[in-house]
């Protein structure tokens, strides 16, 4: 049997609710259910989908639509990937042991300064040789922002096109398909395989 290619996981679409349950559950701070939540991505999920063959995993770790939660629920997710980041680029971390590549795919502008840089100048570009495996973290993402971004940088596209030239056809210069997908946050990765969400009972 093929193994997958890609795993799109949506790891905190509901973490709120299921690491608020685990946390009272086990009698734990919310901020230690968080961690065990990123220990287990990156400790067990990771290694398995690597010994199997898979080569895209894609996580879902925060939405554009969080950001209008309570302070405290923002800054808390923003401070645990700073925190992931500093131990994914450490030499003996599973992001070296395995050669992960690392894409940060949402609307990066809307991250706090710190966090933007140590997605975008650190862990991406520490790690954009890396070619064995590829782990895409979405955060300030949501699919509706996604697509709005591509029309917008389409037309923009388009536009730039139409005003540099003498000539040309309105079809010519018509926002296709092809444009928006070119400009999607997703256009590094194949189709996902394989759809994993976390769900929270009561």
Not at 7 to 33: C, D, G, T, W
Not at 55 to 80: C, I, T
Request: proline residues 2%; charged residues 25%.
């Amino acid at each position: 049997m093929q193994s997958a290619k890609l795993i799109l996981s949506v790891l905190f679409e509901n973490s709120f609710r299921l690491f608020r349950k685990y946390a009272l559950k086990h009698k734990l701070k919310q901020e230690s259910a968080h961690r065990i939540g990123l220990f287990t991505l990156m400790s067990i999920m990771l290694k398995y989908c690597y010994e199997l063959g898979v080569k895209y995993v894609s996580v879902y770790a925060f939405s554009v639509d969080n950001f209008n939660r309570k302070p405290e629920e923002v800054e808390l997710p923003m401070a645990l990937i700073e925190e992931k980041i500093e131990e994914l680029l450490m030499e003996e971390s599973i992001v070296n042991t395995f050669g992960v590549r690392i894409h940060f795919i949402g609307n990066l502008k809307l991250l706090k300064n710190s966090t933007r840089e140590a997605a975008a100048r650190r862990a991406m570009a520490a790690t954009a040789k890396n070619d064995n495996f590829v782990l895409l973290i979405c955060v300030a993402y949501s699919s509706t922002d996604e697509i709005m971004n591509a029309i917008q940088k389409s037309y923009e596209d388009k536009l730039c096109k139409l005003q540099e030239s003498d000539s040309g056809t309105d079809q010519e210069f018509a926002v296709t398909l092809s444009d928006v997908e070119r400009h999607m946050y997703m256009s590094v990765t194949p189709e996902p395989d394989i759809l994993i969400r976390t769900l929270v009972f009561t």
